[in-house]
């Protein structure tokens, strides 16, 4: 299974941070981070750990940008035929990660409580087919009807399409975001979503938590 994550300079630290998580808890994976606007320090940094950095900086559009990530596992696929394992930029590994995709096409992370059950921010991909229609129901929402979070629709119509193999996970543990209340023990990504990633006192948190200390 390879790692990727895929972001710009305002993410860098929760990036690295995921790098130096992974190497701690898989020694030896493959990583792939697209750069979608690094700085030429941060870029030689990520080369010096021993990331492969793959340029995606064609994109501007904020919501536009989001279509670069199917395409950066449509990419990274094909280049290792080896399944994706996609976390977003500010989703953090605290936890060895504890699932292989074995025969699924794809395994994503699913809340309860909310519309759109399913959230892109950690998912794996194995098959090539499913990627590419992800790719292209994303061109679609954004191209045609300008849709809000055109790139997570498309994951979640891909998998409501009933065409594929997949298996879904609970975000309570995979994809967790309520990093306020502290993060359980059992949790295996930690994402600072909705702008966490800038908060210090949500990074504190977290620091705390990758480096083994009690919140309590």
Known sequence: ?????LGEAKYYHTILMNVHQIKKFHPGAIIFVGDLGFTESQF????????AVYPMKMFD?????????PLFVLNVLYMTGMP?????????????FDIEIGEYDAI???RQSRNGRINSGVF???SMPF??????????????????????????QTVDS???????????IYNYPKIESGIPNDVIVAHLKSGRYLDPDIIKILKRKINGIRSD
């Open 1 to 5: 299974m390879v790692f990727t994550t």
């Open 44 to 51: 030689n940094e990520l080369a010096d750990e021993g990331v």
């Open 84 to 96: 994706v394992l996609f976390l977003d930029a500010d989703a953090v590994l605290v936890n060895y």
């Open 162 to 172: 009933g065409k594929y193999n997949v298996r879904e996970v609970p975000c309570d």
């Open 124 to 126: 794996i991909i194995r």
């Open 61 to 69: 559009d904020v919501e536009y940008k989001m279509l670069s990530k």
């Open 131 to 156: 990627v590419n229609e992800y790719l292209s129901r994303a061109i679609y929402n954004y191209g045609i009807n300008k849709k809000y979070l055109a790139e997570q629709s498309a994951l979640i």
């Open 108 to 110: 994503v992370t699913t």
